[in-house]
């Protein structure tokens, strides 16, 4: 970080370091600004807009996790439009995403008086429960597009790019390259997609099984014999004859 500069923060003034973000400098001043797809250990990509702050002097209401700090900025972190912007992204990732599984959107749904259904029309994602591997299962159902499993997986963390954007617009979802099935991808089941995953759609297989009603036992049979079945797999790719 650089030199100390002078910004205010809701009438505050404070100093912060140069090439730090928003978001940044606010949590040393003691002020919240809540944030959804940015995590503290991956790369920042301003795509959920739940952290917009109003800088004076900006036409457009800014990404706090994204947006640097300049010398004499003065940004307003809860105006009127600030509100009403994070109240409507939130209805919005309601109405067309299952949010049953990701706590900390729903207390911002309180926080912010949002409507989870003020959009009635709208089409919500129903891909099926994608049960590829013996480790971790994939419910794009209840997938905000937030970045953090492809982040992790990449450059972020593991280096693997199993992962990636597949699709366009209403039908874009993470998945492998070509869809293949996870175990067939570079994927080597480290789990940190799974344990970035805001929203409960990545989910460690043994954990949904037991929501399911399935005993340790059957648990144990269960995700033995696919593991058993993808050596079997492994064993005839490398011996086709
Ligand atoms: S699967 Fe989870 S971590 Fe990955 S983009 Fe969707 S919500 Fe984010
Ligand atoms: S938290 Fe800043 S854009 Fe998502």
Redesign the pocket.
């Known amino acids: 970080m650089g030199e100390p500069i002078s910004i205010t923060i809701d009438q505050q003034t404070v100093q912060a370091a140069a090439g730090s973000t928003i978001l940044e400098a606010a949590r040393q001043a003691g002020i919240h600004i809540p944030t959804i797809c940015y995590h503290d250990y991956c790369t920042a990509n301003g795509l959920c807009r739940i952290c917009v702050v109003d800088v004076e002097g900006s036409r457009t209401l800014q990404p706090a996790c994204v947006v640097q700090v300049q010398d004499g900025m003065v940004i307003h972190t809860r105006t009127e439009r600030v509100i009403r912007s994070r109240r409507t992204i939130l209805e919005m990732l309601a109405s067309s995403v299952n949010l049953s599984e990701a706590p900390e959107i729903q207390d911002l749904f309180n926080q912010y008086h949002s409507d989870a259904s003020r959009f009635p029309d709208a089409e919500p994602r129903h891909p099926a429960v994608i049960d590829d591997n013996p480790m971790y299962i994939r419910d794009y159902a209840k ?8 982040q992790v997986c990449a450059e972020d963390a593991q280096f693997t790019f199993a992962i990636n954007f597949s699709g366009r617009g209403y039908e874009t979802q ?1 998945s492998t390259f070509y869809e293949i099935p996870m175990p067939e991808s570079t994927c080597v089941f480290c789990g940190q ?1 799974v344990g ?4 409960g ?2 989910k460690p297989k043994r954990q949904w099984l037991l929501e399911m009603g399935y005993t340790p036992d059957e648990i144990m049979s269960l995700t033995r014999s696919q593991r058993q079945r993808r050596k079997r797999r492994e064993e005839i790719s490398q011996n086709p004859a």
């Open positions: 997938c905000i597009l937030c970045w953090r499993c492809v993470i997609c970035v995953c805001p929203t759609a990545l």
